[in-house]
Every structure is written in C-alpha cells, then in structure tokens.
Nanobody, 121 residues
C-alpha cells in the first residue's frame, strides 16, 4: 500500500516562512514527478510547484521567487520551502506524486491527506 504523508503546516504571520514536507512510503518501485497543490475555500485546487525525478522544477506564477520545491530521491520525500508568505497563500496544501508500485508496476497518481497553511495579516 502506497501512501503520502504531509507535515509542517500551521499558522504563520504574513512575511514569515514555513516548510512543508511529504514522505512517500510503501512498496514503491519508482517515483516520477512530485508536486504540491493547494486549495483555498471556494476555489479550485491549483498546482503550486512540481519537480521531476531529474530535478527540473516549475512554479505557479503567484509563488515564483518565494517558494522552493526540492526532493530527496533516496528518501522518497519532497519539500516545499515557503518564504515571504502572504494571506492569499492560506490554503490546504496537498502533496502529489506519480508512483509506480512494486505490486502492480502500473503508474498511478497519489495524494496526501493535506496540511493546512494559514497566513495571518
């Protein structure tokens, strides 16, 4: 059974920083891209940042220059360093990964349970 578990959310003041982490566990053969999405109340889920297994990254325009995504392929983890946080960054943040499990060897899209980030003004 493959699962993603996020950690690191909470409450922070505007201008502050926060680091989110996500660990993939289970019978994993390989992981392709890993990403962070977010969903604010009343809004659709949106891509925040994405990183390939080779380290290529892309970011939503709204977070460029403030957020940094990184991963540790040996540990099957992905992190999101968030700096200069703004109230509009408040959302439920989800970890996402394209994983090929050992059991099926069929690539699938997996999601974490989400971690709340609240930025106060």
């Amino acid at each position: 059974q493959v699962q993603l578990v996020e950690s690191g959310g909470g409450l922070v003041q505007a201008g502050g920083s926060m680091r989110l982490s996500c660990a993939a566990s289970g019978s994993i053969f390989s992981i392709n891209a890993m990403a962070w999405f977010r969903q604010a109340p009343g809004k659709e889920r949106e891509l925040v940042a994405r990183i390939t297994s080779g380290g290529s990254t892309n970011y939503a325009d709204s977070v460029k220059g403030r957020f940094t995504i990184s991963r540790d392929n040996a540990k099957n983890t992905v992190n999101l360093q968030m700096n200069s946080l703004k109230p509009e960054d408040t959302a439920l943040y989800y970890c996402n990964a394209a994983i090929r499990p050992i059991v099926t060897m069929t690539p699938n899209n997996y999601w974490g349970q989400g971690t709340q980030v609240t930025v106060s003004s």
